[in-house]
């Protein structure tokens, strides 16, 4: 398995509370993902990172901020939560060959609950 | 917009039964298809992922077959166990500088001993 671990698994919070989850890799990739499932809409990508300090907006990038500071870390923050955001979600990385074509590993992912 | 969908959305099987999941892409210049199992409160697993320049892929019991001119690809899994119940998810990659996989919402694969 690749080695990814998501910090908290769990977490209930109030709207209007800053959150940061937090994604750790062991295996060195240089590409990591922030995506958001939801039941209906399936797998929708939020931030994305293609290096130290190199981030970029996915899909449904609104309320959200991202950060890697380090190879192996990348933290998706929810500035003022809202119950919209009220999800599960999932970091990923892919490897070094082909880039960011790369296979795709995921976390065992986070589940995040704003009332 | 790369769309990709996944049909049916939930099936179910007798135990031992070779089965095939469909997953349809709308724009055929991908770079990969990939494909996943996701067990129920679990993250994504990669099955298997084939390469634009691939027809088809193999791992044990899995066969994943890639047609971009029809925009398909078929997940055939043999001798289908209990253990094989899990949700399916295939997500298609179009480069282009995206950066971003296309998934599709999965089939939910019920195998009945």
């Known amino acids: 398995d690749a080695g990814i671990t998501q910090s908290p698994r769990h977490k209930v919070t109030e709207t209007g509370t800053p959150v940061t989850l937090r994604c750790h890799q062991t295996?060195?990739?240089?590409?990591m993902y922030w995506y958001r499932q939801d039941p209906g809409h399936g797998l929708r990508l939020i931030h994305y990172?293609?290096?130290?300090?190199?981030?970029d907006k996915g899909e449904v990038s609104d309320g959200y901020s991202v950060s890697r500071s380090k190879t192996e870390d990348f933290l998706l923050t929810l500035e003022s939560a809202t119950s919209s955001q009220t999800s599960v979600y999932f970091c990923?990385?892919?490897?070094?060959?082909?880039?960011?074509?790369?296979?795709?590993?995921f976390g065992e992912g986070s589940r995040l609950t704003v009332l | 917009k790369q769309e990709v969908t996944q049909i049916p959305a939930a099936l179910s099987v007798p135990e031992g039964e070779n089965l095939v999941l469909n997953c349809s892409f709308t724009?055929?210049?991908?770079?990969?298809l990939q494909w996943f199992r996701q067990d129920p409160g679990k993250g994504l697993t990669s099955l298997l992922l084939?390469?634009?320049?691939?027809r088809e892929q193999t791992s044990g019991r899995l066969n994943a077959s890639l047609d971009k001119s029809s925009g398909r690809s078929t997940l055939y899994i043999a001798a289908s166990q209990p253990g094989d119940s899990a949700t399916y998810l295939c997500?298609?990659?179009?480069?282009?500088?995206?950066?971003?996989?296309?998934f599709g919402k999965g089939t939910k694969l019920s195998v009945i001993p």
């Open positions: 990923a990385i892919s490897g070094p060959e082909k880039g960011a074509a790369g296979e795709l590993f």
């Open positions: 295996e060195n990739h240089r590409y």
């Open positions: 990172s293609y290096g130290v300090k190199d981030t």
């Open positions: 724009d055929s210049a991908i770079y990969n």
């Open positions: 084939i390469q634009s320049s691939q």
């Open positions: 997500a298609a990659y179009s480069g282009a500088g995206s950066y971003q996989l296309t």
